[in-house]
C-alpha cells in the first residue's frame, strides 16, 4: 500500500474518530463505521466550524478597527489596537488553514471508494476504538500536568491514532511521528501542534525504554 493511500487513510480515520463521542465504548463494526454517513457529518460539522470561526474573526477584526478609529491612539491604545489586529489575524489564518482541509474532503470520499484505502482506514480507527483506555491512560502518563481529556477532540483522535499505530499496529515511531504532526499541521493549531509534538516525543522515548517495553 503507497504511503499516499497510508496517509489518506489516517485522515479518514481521524475525521471519523470526530464523529464518535468519547462516552462510546463498545468495539468499533463496519456498520458502526460507515463512511459515506460519517464523512458527510464530519463535512457538515467543519462547515460549521469554519463558519463560525470566520464570524469570530470579523467581529474581532472590526473591533480593532473601530477602536482604532474611536480613539487618539496614544501609545497604550494603539498598542491596544496592535493587539487586537494580531489576534484577528491570527484566526483568520486559522479559518483559512481549516477551509483548505474542507475543500480537500471530496478527494477523501473519492479515496474510501478504494478498497484497500477503506480497509485500512476501518482497521485505524477501530483500533483506537478498541484499545482507547489503555491508550489514553499511556498518554496520561507522558502529559506533564495536562490531562488528555482536556485537549480539543481533534488533537485527543491525532495523539489517539498515532498511540493505536505505535502500540497496536507496530508502525515504525518515525512515520507514526512525521504523520501526527502532518494530520495537525491541517487540522489542529500550532499550538496543538507543538503540543502534539511534544507528547509524541515523550510518548514514544517511554515506549522505547526497558520500563515501556
Same mark, same amino acid.
Given at each position: 500500500? &503507497?504511503?499516499?493511500?497510508?496517509?489518506?487513510?489516517?485522515? =479518514?480515520?481521524? =475525521?471519523?474518530?470526530?464523529?464518535?463521542? @468519547?462516552?462510546?465504548?463498545?468495539?468499533?463494526?463496519?456498520?458502526?463505521?460507515?463512511?459515506?454517513?460519517?464523512?458527510?457529518?464530519?463535512?457538515?460539522?467543519?462547515?460549521?466550524?469554519?463558519? @463560525?470561526?470566520?464570524? +469570530?474573526?470579523? $467581529?474581532?477584526?472590526?473591533?480593532?478597527? $473601530?477602536?482604532?478609529?474611536?480613539?487618539?491612539?496614544?501609545?497604550?491604545?494603539?498598542?491596544?489596537? +496592535?493587539?487586537?489586529? %494580531?489576534? !484577528?489575524?491570527?484566526?483568520?489564518?486559522?479559518?483559512?488553514?481549516?477551509?483548505?482541509?474542507?475543500?480537500?474532503?471530496?478527494?477523501?470520499?473519492?479515496?474510501?471508494?478504494?478498497? $484497500?484505502?477503506?480497509?485500512?482506514?476501518?482497521?485505524?480507527?477501530? #483500533?483506537? +476504538?478498541?484499545?482507547?483506555? *489503555?491508550? @489514553?491512560?499511556?498518554?496520561?502518563?507522558?502529559?506533564? !500536568?495536562?490531562?488528555?481529556? %482536556?485537549?480539543?477532540?481533534?488533537? +485527543?483522535?491525532?495523539?489517539?491514532?498515532?498511540?493505536?499505530? =505505535?502500540?497496536?499496529?507496530? *508502525?515504525?515511531?518515525?512515520?507514526?511521528?512525521?504523520?501526527?504532526?502532518?494530520?495537525?499541521?491541517?487540522?489542529? @493549531?500550532?499550538?496543538?501542534? %507543538? %503540543?502534539?509534538?511534544?507528547?509524541?516525543?515523550?510518548? *514514544?522515548? &517511554?515506549?522505547?525504554?526497558? #520500563?515501556? #517495553?
Amino acid at each position: 500500500m &503507497a504511503q499516499s493511500s497510508r496517509s489518506l487513510a489516517r485522515e =479518514l480515520a481521524l =475525521l471519523i474518530l470526530g464523529q464518535i463521542s @468519547d462516552k462510546t465504548t463498545a468495539p468499533a463494526t463496519d456498520h458502526a463505521l460507515t463512511l459515506e454517513d460519517l464523512l458527510l457529518a464530519a463535512l457538515a460539522a467543519l462547515h460549521g466550524h469554519m463558519r @463560525d470561526a470566520l464570524e +469570530r474573526s470579523a $467581529q474581532d477584526l472590526h473591533r480593532s478597527q $473601530q477602536h482604532a478609529l474611536e480613539s487618539e491612539l496614544g501609545s497604550r491604545e494603539l498598542a491596544k489596537a +496592535r493587539d487586537n489586529l %494580531r489576534m !484577528g489575524l491570527e484566526k483568520a489564518e486559522q479559518v483559512i488553514n481549516r477551509l483548505s482541509a474542507v475543500l480537500d474532503l471530496p478527494r477523501l470520499l473519492l479515496a474510501a471508494e478504494q478498497e $484497500q484505502v477503506r480497509s485500512h482506514c476501518l482497521r485505524l480507527a477501530a #483500533a483506537v +476504538r478498541e484499545h482507547r483506555t *489503555t491508550l @489514553d491512560q499511556q498518554l496520561d502518563d507522558v502529559m506533564e !500536568g495536562w490531562r488528555l481529556a %482536556r485537549l480539543p477532540q481533534v488533537d +485527543r483522535n491525532i495523539l489517539r491514532l498515532a498511540a493505536a499505530e =505505535l502500540m497496536v499496529l507496530d *508502525t515504525p515511531v518515525a512515520v507514526v511521528c512525521n504523520e501526527a504532526v502532518a494530520l495537525a499541521s491541517t487540522y489542529s @493549531d500550532t499550538e496543538g501542534r %507543538r %503540543r502534539i509534538n511534544g507528547i509524541l516525543r515523550r510518548f *514514544t522515548a &517511554a515506549q522505547l525504554s526497558p #520500563a515501556g #517495553a
